[in-house]
């Protein structure tokens, strides 16, 4: 059974960073690209980065520069270190699994950014 498992959400404030991470369980081959997505209050879900398994990565726009994703196939693991951060990143963090028809998701950690 494939489990993702998020951690390292919390309040913070504007300008201030936090590191997600999600920790994978159950088979996952190592071809899999994983992301972070965000759905933010009254919006749809959107990605904010993935990273294949060659470690290419893609961001969203509204995050480059600031937001850097990472994996650690040993672990098990895939990161998201956010730093000056906005308001307006204020969203639940899940992160996905994919590769061929496979598709999974973790719960999700809250991320809010306010003074």
């Known amino acids: 059974q494939v489990q993702l498992v998020e951690s390292g959400g919390g309040l913070v404030q504007p300008g201030g960073s936090l590191r997600l991470s999600c920790v994978y369980f159950?088979?996952?081959?190592?071809?899999?690209?994983m992301g972070w997505y965000r759905q933010c209050p009254g919006k749809q879900r959107e990605l904010v980065a993935d990273?294949?398994?060659?470690?290419?990565?893609n961001y969203a726009d509204s995050v480059k520069g600031r937001f850097t994703i990472s994996r650690d196939n040993g672990k098990s693991t895939v990161y998201l270190q956010m730093s000056s951060l906005k308001p307006e990143d204020t969203a639940v963090y899940c992160c996905?699994?994919?590769?061929?028809?496979?598709?999974?998701w973790g719960q999700g950690t809250q991320v809010t950014v306010s003074s």
């Open positions: 996905n699994a994919k590769w061929a028809t496979a598709n999974y």
């Open positions: 990273i294949s398994s060659g470690g290419s990565s």
């Open positions: 159950g088979y996952i081959t190592r071809f899999a690209t």
